[in-house]
């Protein structure tokens, strides 16, 4: 039986291979597009484990926004006496200034000490050893850092109180890599160097690092958790090499994952693909189905044989598409490099090759099921010639066999999605795009059945033709418009996001955040801002402060262990470091959902209002207790309000503002916010910090830039990967041209036979093809405006803005792409003799 | 008379046609005998073919039973009923009707593999021997002409020596000589098999071959001889 219907499989796939072709290149497509991701996600992976001890710079590493206490030095100390060794490092953003020129520069200041680094290499120009370069205030710079501040090494360079000396430019910094976003060049110093500075003062914000390196007796993972449960304060991490930067993992696997649904839609498109090639299949092989039938074959003999085939196409397509896929993967690693600071190299991954092989095929399956649904209708009295038609019974199954294939498809979706948000928007999104596509394509040939009377015959004949019999409009408008979709909404995604990003469109954001104002310097501050600007700051007191308890319960590192361990996704509220402030009225851009805001008359007891989204992963409610500990001093106060906060203004925003009074006493600093005149933004800057060298000023529009190049990579990366999905939709397209050339060979020949010059009927067929462009246009755009209006909404959080260009783009390309595709396959049509091709029929 | 091979009673196949139900098998009856050679004559639209189809046990009759070598198929699954054509009827049709991707050999042997027959190929060559055709096993339908076509047909009808043979028009599509030579064959073989053949034609001369001619018209049997 088996081998029966292997041979059945092999010799309809012998005869009929050409028409297959189109199903075995969509197949691969889709798999290409989604291998090459997950080989991607791969190659990083790899690169991560390999460089694991460099990239967080030794087997273990503490961080923490204060120095470590003494219980925790005890514990490293016993570790060194075993054999380890330390190197301490402290990270800051502040100033860099020309020592002459009225320039300056935010810089990310990095002090290193004795034994840095444990692990990798710090490559610099010249090369020599790192102690040498940094003694007597040396300072390593990035190249870009001496460029923007204008010196060159052998130059001085002020940072807070202390003249350094630039001694080399920095080429490679193993434990630099693993951020996505810097505020700024990199500096390095050594440790006595940046305490003479005088930049770590009252509220500076300052990243300890301990890196541990471990003799071979000693594991990382046993001694992380041998830290981890003796350091008590939650806010210092620790981890060991093997579990690198969670953070920097995580935003690595949601783009992947983001870039693997990229890559689904291209297959789901190949699926389309594949149900048209194995429709116009069965419907060419009803005889041979029929004559099976006679001869005694079963329904199910039959079907097993056919989906063996498929199943066989599918897995030639997969094993293609993977392999081309594994080679492509370097690309995607090409289009992040600027994401990527590590060396990736490919290597083939008998998983991903067998996931990608696994995927294809199966879908290729579940898809062929349906159409193949014919294969039980196809009725062998189809062979007697009867008086009156058939009443072939409508194949009531035939829904059934679409179950398994949505069920599949969903569940395929929700593997690959991020959460289940993104993938509910995506199965979504496909729904609503087969449906509106489909209804679209409908619409045509039912207006093309209508014969709409325009005067131009081409008009009226290119329309019949899409009410063809058997036509294939519906999988080319819907195979088309997918890709369209994805192109346009990553178009209309950018477009949003970029207008967010763009510091002068909004007006209501600062030009600058000026942090670590002391007491002392306001009044100065405020005035030099003013007087360089004309615009008086807004400034802020804080107090930084970590979080000591919830409702009197302890936050200790056990609890957030705890935590941890049950996959919590908020841990970060419980280890932060929270900036507090203390405030009489409700700031601009806060709605109180919960509760009410004090009333202006201050009052005694110590109230607080919380952010919503920090007090839903605390756990508080209006009437909870929260308790600080600043600099040691605890502080209490009482939840009376839940705030919803607009992040999205870039203004000073807070999770916590307590009543006024509350703050009274403790160590307060200050943060300002200022919009000055574009112009103006390098003069206010140098001028505050030429005045105030320990102020640090991050200008909003760097950072908005930087985050606009990192989204820049992403969308190319995205759209490149789109770029497949378009493809299966053109080969889709093609294969329907390839499936009806007969059918309109002989439309043509006999428009010509009646008189029909060759260029009236080119113009039917490209009103024709053109219609079809349109409709996946149309459909497309649509879709996409709804599919970006959702992500913007549901995921990103950000407003929706519409962008003609993109949407024009989205109607125009496809037209243009259907017709240029259209008229080369119909080409050689109009050449043909009509006399030979009427005899034949 | 012998055993029965093929007992209908009372046939009636109705089916809507423009909106309308139209009888096209109105109560019909027929008996044929194991080794029988029966010929089944009418004009167009009279229902020969829908009773080979149903005989055939290709389509379900409106009402009526078909017992065929013992057993009543009306009432089989659509599994069941291509068991039982696939062991006990072999089909020549009007236009052939071999597989096109298949060659000439393999086209025979299909019945054989379908069943799980051994040597399939040995046993296909020697039924093409028997139809004049070894020569051309591995041509493929689209390179041999109506005849030989038919006589391909004919050798994948008899591979599995099947008690009943339904021929539909057999020779409709091919020039009288080639007809003639056809129905010779048929014929010779249905005897050397010891088969039963039920041959549908409007052909007055070839329904005289067989040994009994039974006429219908408008869907009821009108005549026997």
Known sequence: ?841 | MGRMILQVRDLVMRLRSGGREVAILDGVNLDVAARETVAVTGPSGSGKSTLLGLIAGLDRPTAGSIVLDGVEITTLDENRLARLRRDRVGFVFQSYHLIPTLTAIENVAMPLELAGRPHRLERARELLDTVGLVGRADHYPSQLSGGEQQRVAIARALALRPPLVLADEPTGNLDSATGAQIIELLLALNREHGSTLVLVTHDEALAARGQRIVALRDGRVVGAA
Not at chain 1, 80 to 103: D, N, Q, Y
Not at chain 1, 716 to 744: C, E, H, K, P
């Open chain 1, 1 to 841: 039986m088996i081998a029966l219907v292997l041979r059945l499989a092999w010799r309809e796939t012998r005869a009929g291979w050409r028409h297959l072709v189109v199903l075995v290149v969509c197949v691969a497509l889709g798999v290409t597009a989604l291998v090459a991701v997950t080989g991607f996600a791969g190659n990083l992976d790899r690169a991560l484990a390999r460089e694991g001890k460099s990239l967080i710079g030794g087997d273990v590493e503490l961080r923490s926004p204060r120095p470590l206490d003494t219980e925790t030095e005890a514990a490293l100390a016993s570790l060194v006496a075993r054999g380890a060794t330390i190197a301490r490092v402290r990270e800051l953003a502040a100033m860099a200034r020309h020592p002459r020129r009225p320039s300056t520069l935010l810089v990310e200041l990095k002090a290193v000490g004795e034994g840095y680094p444990l692990y990798g290499r710090l490559e610099t120009r010249p090369a020599r050893p790192l102690g040498e370069l940094l003694a007597g205030d040396g300072a390593l710079a990035d190249e870009t850092a001496l460029t923007r501040l204008g010196v060159a090494i052998g130059d001085s360079v002020l940072v807070g109180d202390v003249m350094l000396v630039i001694r080399g430019v920095i080429l490679n910094e193993p434990d630099r890599a693993g951020r996505i976003i810097s505020f700024g060049p990199r500096l390095l110093v050594a440790g006595p160097t940046l305490d003479r500075a005088g930049l770590i003062r009252l509220g500076s914000r300052v990243n300890h690092r301990t890196l541990l390196r471990l003799p071979d007796a000693l594991e990382a993972a046993a001694v992380r958790a041998q830290l981890a449960g003796v350091i008590s304060d939650p806010s210092v991490r620790v981890s060991a090499f093997d579990e690198g930067r969670p953070g920097w993992r995580r935003f690595y696997s949601q783009l992947t994952s983001y870039l693997g649904l990229v890559g689904m839609a291209s297959l789901l498109v190949g699926g389309v693909g594949v149900a048209a090639a194995v429709r116009a299949f069965v419907a060419r092989k009803r005889d041979t189905i029929a004559i099976l039938k006679c001869l005694g074959a079963t329904s199910r003999l039959l079907l097993a044989a056919y989906l063996v085939q498929a199943a066989g196409l599918g897995l030639v397509g997969s094993l293609a598409g993977a392999l081309l896929g594994v080679a492509l993967a370097p690309l995607v690693g090409s289009l992040l490099s600027g994401l990527v600071p590590l060396a990736l190299e490919t290597r083939l991954e008998a998983w991903g090759l067998l996931r990608g092989v696994a995927i294809g095929t199966g879908l290729t399956m579940l898809i062929a099921l349906w159409p193949l649904g014919e294969v039980r209708a196809a009725s062998p009295s189809l062979l007697f010639r009867r008086d009156v038609e058939g009443n072939a019974p409508w194949p009531t199954r035939r829904w059934l066999a679409a179950l398994p294939l949505v069920a599949g498809a969903g569940a395929l979706v929700l593997w690959q999605a991020v959460s289940l948000t993104v993938g509910a928007i995506f199965l979504g999104a496909v729904a609503a795009a087969l449906l509106v596509l489909a209804l679209l394509a409908r619409a045509l040939a039912w207006l093309g059945r209508r014969r709409p009377r325009f005067p131009s015959l081409a008009l009226r004949q290119g329309l019949a033709n899409l009410a063809r019999p058997g036509g294939h409009g519906v999988g080319v408008v819907v195979a088309l418009g997918i890709g369209v979709m994805l192109l346009v909404a990553v178009g209309l995604l950018e477009a949003s996001l970029g207008q967010q990003l763009d510091l002068e469109r909004r007006r209501e954001a600062p030009s600058f955040f000026f942090v670590d104002i002391q007491p002392g310097q306001r009044e100065r501050f405020e005035s030099i801002v003013r007087d360089v600007s004309g615009v008086t700051p807004a400034v802020t007191p804080v107090v930084r402060a970590r979080l000591a308890a919830l409702d009197g319960h302890a936050i200790t590192r056990a609890l957030v262990e705890q935590r941890r361990g049950r996959g919590d996704d908020g841990i970060g509220y419980f280890t932060r470091d929270y900036v507090l402030t203390a405030a009489s009225a409700l700031p601009a851009g806060n709605v109180v959902t919960v509760g009410h805001w004090w009333s202006n008359g201050a009052t005694a007891a110590h109230e607080a209002s919380v952010e919503e989204a920090a007090a839903r992963h605390l756990g508080l409610a209006v009437g909870s207790s929260i308790a600080f500990d600043v600099q040691g001093v605890r502080l209490e106060a009482r939840v009376t309000s839940l705030r919803q906060v607009d992040w999205q203004s870039l203004t000073t925003n807070f999770f916590v503002i307590l009543s006024p009074g509350t703050l009274d006493g403790a160590p307060t600093s200050y943060v300002a916010t200022a919009r000055v005149a574009p112009n103006a933004e390098a003069a206010v800057q140098d001028a505050v910090v030429q005045a105030l060298p320990n102020v640090t000023a991050i200008p909003l529009r760097d950072v908005l830039e930087r985050l606009g190049r990192v989204l820049d990579q992403m969308a190319v990366a995205v759209r490149t990967m789109a770029l497949f999905a378009i493809s299966a939709g053109l080969v889709v397209m093609a294969g329907a041209l390839g499936a009806s050339r007969y059918q309109r060979l002989v439309e043509s020949v006999i428009l010509r036979t009646l008189g029909a010059t060759r260029s009236t009927v080119a113009r039917v067929f490209a009103v024709e093809y053109a219609c079809l462009g349109l409709a996946a246009g149309v459909g497309g755009s649509v879709l996409a405006a709804v599919l970006a209006w959702a992500v913007l909404r549901f995921v990103l959080d950000a407003p929706w803005v519409l962008a003609p260009l993109a949407l024009a783009l989205g109607l125009a390309v496809p037209t243009a792409v259907a017709l240029a595709v259209g008229s080369l396959a119909t080409w050689r049509l109009l050449g043909e003799k009509p006399l030979p091709v009427l005899r034949r029929e």
